[in-house]
Every structure is written in structure tokens, then in C-alpha cells.
């Protein structure tokens, strides 16, 4: 597969490749029968702006990294690629995992999946956890006290930080009043212009 940042069916940022839809890998999985059901459908716009963030504010080398809610799990590729992250990326929906695969082969690393929901990733799961990751995930109002309750895990377990990036959904806004109000959490507005104009809010909350 190309890499070249001419191929018309992905998009290269910050040194890293996203699949579009008429990727001929991705066209291949759908042929096969793989269709996320989840809205793991594709690479959403908070992925590239949590990846700037994340430029910013670089992560250890080898840190280990869970992507909460992966789907095509192009912010996590992005630091097993940059930081030689070992990153897991974990989603409810199995069908993300041969895209997960597909994406991180065509940017050559390797990225570990597994089946959970967010209340089934366990106190045990992070530990040694530097960093916890989410990208669109907090879209209904039903996610809000797992995904709360969930960072009061990690914060238990030692993680150091945990960022989630979102347009500035309800349900996100008020998961952040949550964290804010029980953890050193704050939001952020983050804007970039490539490679699309685009402004998403990041809930950073660090360890104590």
C-alpha cells in the first residue's frame, strides 16, 4: 500500500496516514462483510486534533497508551508511530478491528484490540497505563457516568492523564463539569487548519 502523501484515498498528518472510505483496504473489509455498527464507520475530525494536542505535549517513549473507544484508531497509530507508544486500542464494536488493523499496517505498527465496553475495562487493565485516549466517544447522554467512572478508575490506577476529544456535544459538556468538579480536569478549545479547518474541545485530566 502507498504511503505517499499524493494517494488520493488517505489523508497524511503529522506523518501519519488516515484511510478514507474509497481506500481500496477499506473497500475490501466492506466487501467481506465488515461494517461498524457503532459509528466506527470512518476517521472523525477529533482524532487529527487530539494528534496536534498530543504533538505538543509529547508522551515518554514506549509509554503505554489505551484508546478508549478506538474505532479506526488513527490518534493512537499516530503515538505508537511518534512516541513508540505500545498502545491497545479497545471498542465495544469488533467490526472496527480488521480497519484498526488495515490503518496501523499501512503506517507500520502494530496496535493490539480488544472486545469491551467502557465498564468493562477494569482497574487491572490500567495499570501502568500512562495515558488514556478517546476521540468521539461521549456522543449520548448514556455514556456520560460510564466514561465518568471509567477515569475515576484510571485516575486510581496511576494513569497520568487521560484526554478526550470532542466537537462540544452535550453529553461531553457534562462528563467535563463532572471531572472538573472531582478531578484536576480542565477543557481545552483546540483549532487547526490541516488537514481540515477545524476547532474541537479536548477534557484533560491529569493525575493529582
Keep these: ?3 505517499s502523501s499524493s494517494n488520493p484515498h488517505a489523508v497524511k498528518y503529522l506523518g501519519t ?26 476517521v472523525w475530525r477529533s482524532s487529527f486534533v ?6 505538543s505535549k509529547p508522551l515518554p517513549e514506549g509509554a503505554r497508551v489505551i484508546d478508549a473507544g478506538c474505532g479506526w484508531g488513527l490518534t493512537g ?25 488495515a490503518q496501523a499496517a499501512i503506517n507500520d505498527v502494530e496496535i493490539d484490540f480488544q472486545r469491551k465496553k467502557f465498564h468493562q475495562i ?7 497505563v500512562h495515558t488514556l485516549i478517546g476521540a468521539d466517544i461521549c456522543f449520548w447522554d448514556e455514556l456520560v457516568k460510564p466514561l465518568y467512572r471509567l477515569i475515576g478508575r484510571a485516575m486510581s490506577a496511576g494513569v497520568e492523564q487521560v484526554l478526550i476529544a470532542d466537537p462540544g456535544r452535550s453529553p461531553f459538556w ?31 485530566v491529569q493525575r493529582p
Excluded: W
Design 174 to 204: 457534562e462528563l467535563g463539569r463532572l471531572c472538573e468538579e472531582k478531578f484536576n480536569a480542565t477543557t481545552i478549545e483546540r483549532r487547526i487548519s490541516k488537514p481540515y479547518n477545524t476547532s474541537k474541545q479536548i477534557l484533560a
Design 50 to 55: 487530539l494528534m496536534n494536542y498530543l504533538k
Design 1 to 3: 500500500m502507498s504511503t
Design 77 to 101: 497509530i499516530y503515538l505508537a508511530k511518534r512516541f513508540d507508544a505500545r498502545v491497545t486500542g479497545i471498542d465495544a464494536d469488533a467490526d472496527v478491528a480488521p480497519f484498526l488493523a
Design 17 to 42: 496516514l488516515a484511510l478514507k472510505s474509497s481506500h481500496p483496504a477499506v473497500k475490501k473489509l466492506r466487501r467481506d462483510g465488515h461494517e461498524p455498527s457503532i459509528h466506527g464507520n470512518k
Design 122 to 128: 477494569s482497574k487491572r487493565d490500567l495499570v501502568g
